[in-house]
């Protein structure tokens, strides 16, 4: 399996406060891979490390396996959208597929003219002058014009309406379809990543709290109704991540290594926010065990 990506407990600090600590994960090759986590979870850090923007101040990352920093044959293969889509707001669409062909040894002017006409974006006006939904499309057009190996998307769409996150989330998905590009992409709208991601990440307190492919996990977690629970361990049950309890019944979310067999227990599907945020709520309680002195 090729992995695209791959850190090693990587860390980075700013100041005394860790933005990302112990960060050990790896993103095999052909994946559109979710990161998911609440804002200040270290998402956008992770993403600028993985293009070479920060340096790690622990730990490493590797890309194509070769660090990522000062590295012009690794970057070429990357495109990158970061935060709130940053263009140059005086240029046109045209005069930025211009100037990408300038920078990038390997550009397809044709594929941003392309993307840009069907979408039906005027290439002669300042990007400025776009809506939101627009000058995300031009960004995303730009980044696919480097024909990038490995593509990496920080909130795109987060503050587009659902019209136009459906439209760029669709663009994507085509894009990436006919390329067979890798793709990171960094969210916090469940039902969007839903659509069109086959890979997850979740990312929590600093730390990889979940990864792995989105079929496979949601598939080993499940839902147990049953009787009260105290801290009996329940056959063919890896970990407890949620549990609520009323005065006869338990319902529990857990993580499964083997079939639940015991007839006590009703066994219910989960889906992927259910997951998601059970991941999120244990990775709260880590950190509030760590930020009090208590073992997790």
């Not at 695209?4 to 600590?21: F, H, I, N, P, S």
């Not at 994946?31 to 992770?46: C, E």
């Not at 894009?175 to 590009?181: D, K, L, Q, R």
């Not at 009260?228 to 993580?255: E, F, I, K, M, Y």
Request: net charge negative; aromatic share 4%.
């Amino acid at each position: 399996m090729d992995i695209v990506v791959e850190t090693d407990r990587l860390g980075k600090r700013y100041g005394r406060t860790w933005a990302l600590q112990e960060c050990s994960l790896h993103l095999p090759a052909g994946r559109v891979a979710a990161l998911v986590g609440p804002n200040g979870a270290g998402k956008s850090t992770l993403l600028h490390l993985a293009v070479g923007l920060l340096r790690p101040d622990a730990g490493t990352v590797r890309v194509f396996d070769s660090a990522p920093y000062d590295n012009t044959t690794v970057l070429a293969e990357i495109g990158f959208v970061a935060q709130d889509t940053p263009l140059y707001r005086d240029f046109t669409a045209a005069e930025l597929i211009t100037m990408g062909a300038k920078l990038n040894r390997r550009w397809d002017a044709a594929l941003a003219r392309r993307r840009l006409a069907q979408l039906g974006i005027p290439p002669d006006r300042a990007v400025g002058t776009l809506s939101g939904g627009q000058r995300a499309q031009v960004a995303l057009a730009l980044a696919l014009a480097k024909r990038p190996r490995l593509l990496l998307l920080d909130e795109p769409v987060a503050r587009l309406d659902p019209l136009a996150r459906r439209e760029f989330l669709q663009s994507l998905m085509g894009s990436v379809a006919e390329s067979g590009t890798t793709v990171l992409l960094s969210s916090h709208l469940l039902a969007d990543l839903e659509r069109v991601c086959d890979y997850l990440i979740v990312l929590h307190a600093s730390r990889v709290q979940l990864a792995g492919g989105v079929d496979e996990l949601v598939a080993e977690h499940k839902q147990l109704v049953g009787p009260r629970h105290g801290n009996d361990p329940v056959a063919g049950v890896a970990a407890v991540l949620r549990a609520s309890h009323t005065d006869r019944q338990s319902t529990l979310l857990v993580r499964t290594n083997a079939n639940i067999d015991d007839p006590r227990w009703t066994v219910h599907e989960v889906t992927l926010e259910d997951l998601i945020l059970a991941y999120l709520a244990e990775g709260e309680t880590q950190s509030s065990h760590e930020a009090w002195g208590v073992p997790a």
